[in-house]
Nanobody, 124 residues
Framework: QVQLVESGGGLVQAGGSLRLSCAAS????????MAWFRQAPGKEREFVAA????????RYVNFVKGRFTISRDNTKNTGYLQMNSLRPEDTAVYYC?????????????????WGQGTQVSVSS
């Protein structure tokens, strides 16, 4: 079992930045790939970014490339999502998720562990 807790969400103006954190506990965090998803009101939960267990590879959805950066610190059992140049359409609840370290997947169904989410709101 891996327990995940997100933090760092909030309200920011367009063009601003936020850094989300995902604190992990339970089984060894370093054995799991990690991802961020988001869900806007009335929409499906969508993939944002993923990172391998040892940070040697990352994957991003096109609409965040160049603006968001996923990273992790296994010594702190924590993952991060640095979000720059935020836009109103980035407004959503952001979730971190974890899966055993077999490939970087964008599919929700492959992630067995989820946090409770943190709200990000971007005003225009």
């Amino acid at each position: 079992q891996v327990q995940l807790v997100e933090s760092g969400g909030g309200l920011v103006q367009a063009g601003g930045s936020l850094r989300l954190s995902c604190a992990a506990s339970g089984r060894t965090f370093s054995m799991y790939n990690m991802a961020w998803f988001r869900q806007a009101p009335g929409k499906e939960r969508e993939f944002v970014a993923a990172i391998t267990s040892n940070s040697d590879s990352t994957r991003y959805v096109n609409f965040v490339k160049g603006r968001f950066t996923i990273s992790r610190d296994n010594t702190k059992n924590t993952g991060y999502l640095q979000m720059n140049s935020l836009r109103p359409e980035d407004t959503a609840v952001y979730y971190c998720a974890a899966k055993p370290s077999y490939g970087l997947s964008a599919a929700r169904s492959e992630y067995g562990y989820w946090g409770q989410g943190t709200q990000v709101s971007v005003s225009s």
